[in-house]
């Protein structure tokens, strides 16, 4: 189900009336609906966007939206305080209502009232209209820890700021940010929540696999028992699936991808192989053949990142950098326990949870020296910085 999600501001103010000039029992007060959308969240078949304004005794007010191409807005203003009905409507090309959503909207004077209607495709689905108070209280400018206890927002000096009540027990879980956005994968659904804490998308996807957020709405869920990957776009209908260039095979390798350029690189494919997915025409191809330079006995590569020019990649507790894919690696250090599950860099610092022990180790990326950040933790899976 495609939803849209409009934020609406109130803001209501008083008017400049003077109060001996009032006439008794006449409404003075009046707000201003201020209603902004984000483009990225409405689909591109939508080309016009209209709504209205009720309210039993007055008269009804009609909007339209102006620029959809780029953040669609609208400012009424002289509305007389209470409680109104908003409705939206979002047409497409041949002027049938492909969208709709309501929401009870109350327009209080010296207050600003933030709220979401969520769009709902019109037919037999539901309408569905959130309120501000369904916002998940977020931190920003730090770590985000998928662990058993939940989701755990971390400093960059170790301290727990707080718990976002969303991810279970899955050994199949990720978090990842895009575009400012949280993308949490759990129970075989993708959680899309903005940097205010609202949900704004909800994709279903297969379950029993990774994933990574790609380019123009689309993820890739990264299966290791089929080696496959699986293109979806955000109501979780397969674009493509791709192959890992052999038959599957028994390895339950992880599977981690991370975007570079119009690339998605892989780690791994089974074989302590990376791949590359062209993102324009999904052609797949080997990126880097690691064998001949990983620690055994540590099997597997585990996650990638890449800055600035620079890969990062992790086996169970050996870190690796490289620059050119057809070119020699540099150990940056090898931890003193496995299995890492993740790495984030941050400034000139790299960030590992270690899933078995639940520590968290801060490597320093110009001298490779490590120390241990955080501890406690259950199982932690994955992590990001938002
Ligand atoms: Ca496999």
Redo the contacts with the bound molecule.
């Keep these: 189900m495609k939803q849209i999600l409009i934020c609406i501001l109130i803001l209501s103010a008083l008017c400049a009336c003077e109060y001996h000039s009032s006439p008794p029992d006449l409404d003075i007060d009046s707000g201003i609906l201020s209603i902004h959308m984000d483009r990225q969240h409405i689909p591109s078949e939508v080309v016009r966007l209209h709504g209205l304004l009720s309210r039993e005794d007055f008269d009804t007010i009609r909007f339209e939206f102006e620029d959809l191409g780029n953040s669609p807005s609208v400012l009424i203003e002289n509305i007389p305080v209470g409680v109104w009905k908003v409705e939206i409507y979002a047409l497409n090309s041949e002027g049938l209502t492909i969208f709709y959503g309501f929401a009870t909207v109350s327009v209080v004077s010296h207050q600003v009232t933030p709220v979401s209607i969520q769009l709902s495709r019109t037919g037999s689905v539901q309408i569905v209209v959130i309120w501000p108070d369904a916002a998940y209280e977020v931190f920003r400018n730090c770590l985000v820890v998928l662990t058993r206890d939940g989701t755990l927002f971390m400093d960059f000096d170790g301290n727990i700021l707080g718990t976002l009540d969303i991810g279970g027990s899955s050994s199949y879980q990720g978090v990842q940010v895009y575009n400012e956005h949280l993308y949490i994968l759990d129970n075989a659904e993708i959680t899309e929540i903005d940097e205010n804490g609202y949900v704004v998308a909800r994709t279903p996807a297969p379950g029993s696999m990774w994933f990574a957020v790609l380019p123009d709405s689309r993820f890739a869920m990264l299966d290791?028992?089929?080696?496959s990957i699986h293109i979806i776009d955000t109501e979780g209908n397969i674009i493509i699936s791709l192959g890992?260039l052999h038959s599957?095979?028994?390895?339950?390798?992880n599977?981690n991808g991370w975007v570079v350029g119009n690339s998605l690189i892989i780690s791994e494919?089974?074989n302590d192989h990376l791949l590359e997915v062209d993102l324009q025409t999904y052609e797949v191809s080997i990126f880097k053949d690691c064998n001949s330079f990983v620690n055994y006995p540590e099997i597997w590569l585990n996650d990638i990142t890449y800055r600035d020019g620079t890969y990062y990649l992790c086996q169970a507790k050996t870190i690796w950098t490289f620059s050119d894919p057809n070119g020699d690696v540099t150990k940056l250090t090898t931890l003193p326990e496995g299995n890492i599950t993740s790495i984030v860099i941050s400034d000139n610092y790299a960030y590992c949870p270690i899933n078995f022990s639940g520590n968290v180790y801060k490597i320093n990326l110009l001298t490779g020296q490590y120390e241990l950040l955080a501890s406690g933790l259950d199982y932690p899976d994955d992590m990001c910085a938002w």
Excluded: E
């Excluded at 290791?224 to 080696?227: A, F, K, P, S």
């Excluded at 599957?248 to 390798?253: G, T």
């Design positions: 290791n028992r089929n080696d890992m599957p095979d028994k390895h339950l390798q599977v494919d089974g």
